[in-house]
């Protein structure tokens, strides 16, 4: 299966910085079948990016994703308050689907 | 617009199968532009893709898990069911249900990102 590492763990940022997460695949991710989602406490994760770089209906223009390949990123500039989340990046391009182990965005 | 929402039995035994069900509203089961996973998440930890189902109620499981998942969609209720036999403590989790929608160009389809999702229930396998 498509092991997806992300780093880093954890990233201390304050509000209004920007965020730059990485989530690289053991494995070429066909077509860009990447997606990256956003997760605050007790809540369900909500997707943020698809495609690798498409926006989901009503995410900020703040959230951009890019890469392709193997190596993918997701850029959060100016954080807001309620930017500060766990972030897992999710790969559908190759069977099983897979999931990154997540990165934590804290103040 | 669709929600979801799951619901369960809080607790289950060691080797007793687990079942949770997810109740759609303000879309179809049915629809041809749709299929619908489970991930599951153990508390504190990351995310699992378990499976999904399409509108002809096709399934397609994590090999990690094939063995011990059955899922099925009931279009009278338009419910979705999973169930997880013989389980274990690490099988506790929040399980989630989604909607995956299906995308097509240049005469492909594909699927596999997850929008949006249930709130999720807590099962816990204890005895």
């Known amino acids: 299966e498509t092991v997806l590492t992300q780093s880093p763990g954890t990233l201390s940022l304050s509000q209004g910085q920007r965020a730059t997460l990485s989530c690289r695949a053991s494995q070429f991710v066909t077509s860009n079948h990447l997606a990256w989602y956003q997760q605050r406490p007790g809540q369900a994760p909500r997707l943020l990016i698809y495609?690798?770089?498409i926006r989901a209906t009503g995410i900020p223009d703040r959230f951009s994703g890019s890469g392709s390949g193997t190596d993918f990123t997701l850029i959060i500039n100016r954080l807001e308050p309620e930017d500060f989340a766990e972030y897992y990046c999710q790969q559908y391009g190759n069977s099983p689907w897979t999931f990154g182990q997540g990165t934590r965005v804290e103040i | 617009q669709v929600q979801l929402q799951e619901s369960g039995p809080g607790l289950v035994k060691p080797l007793e199968t687990l079942s949770v069900t997810c109740s759609v509203s303000g879309g179809s089961v049915r629809s041809i532009s749709y299929y619908w996973s489970w991930i599951r998440q153990p508390p504190g930890k990351g995310l699992e893709w378990i499976g999904y189902?399409?509108?002809?109620?096709?399934?397609n499981y994590n090999p990690s898990l094939k063995s011990r998942v059955t899922m099925s969609a009931d279009t009278s209720k338009n419910q979705l069911s999973l169930t997880l036999s013989s389980v274990t403590a690490a099988d506790t989790a929040v399980y989630y249900c989604?909607?995956?929608?299906?995308?097509?160009?240049?005469?492909?389809?594909?699927?596999?990102?997850?929008?949006?999702w249930g709130q999720g229930t807590l099962v816990t396998v204890s005895s």
């Open positions: 495609g690798a770089s």
């Open positions: 989604t909607r995956d929608p299906v995308m097509c160009a240049d005469g492909r389809c594909f699927v596999g990102y997850f929008d949006p």
């Open positions: 189902i399409d509108y002809n109620g096709n399934a």
